[in-house]
């Protein structure tokens, strides 16, 4: 049996996804604060956390990030009642696998628990082969980033993003195939969440003296690493 944990302050809201995902025959444990949240989720297994964003205490996305400095991959969905760009980044930069503003429709929860338990099954499938570009190396083994021998300091998001474009060298990848492939799922999420997080990029791997970035834009369409 698939184990979700709740972490949701709002006991009417954390009791009916309850029932629905027991109802789905899931085993399901729910707590109310960030720290119990933080303290539950890195002391068991769990197939999926739905965490709340404004939780008593510590926040929602420091939770997540410090289920992630612990070392825990377990796939992580944020519930929060904000809803702008910033916000879904600042979730997803803190580690979070997804991200699903309140108030969302039942099937949409269970349609992102499958996805992202389905991407971490499959996360799981065998390592890759480095893959090298000028003097980029992304080693999916180690997950790790070099530029010229020096290790980057890529987030969880920046980095799947590189290791998209590098493994579709030459290909132009459009903001929904990225989002597809990066974030996952196919929904109505905006767009320029894939242009900040080319920025981010950019900022990370490319020199400023050169006049070419690593990744390319193709305007209206999307972004191309050209060999
Ligand atoms: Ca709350």
Redesign the pocket.
Known sequence: MKRILIV???RNFARFIELELIHQGYAVTVVGTGQEGLETATRDAWDTILL?A??PGLHGFEVCRRIRQAGFATPVIILTARDSVTDRVLGLDSGADDYLPKPFVIEELLARIRAVMRRSKRGAAEPQEAVTYRDLRIDPMTRTVSKAGALLDLTKREYELLLVLMNHKDRVLSRNMLLDLVWGYDCEVETNVVDVYVRYLRNKIDDPAQQRSYIQTVRGIGYVIRS
């Open positions: 949701e302050d709002e709340d404004m939780l």
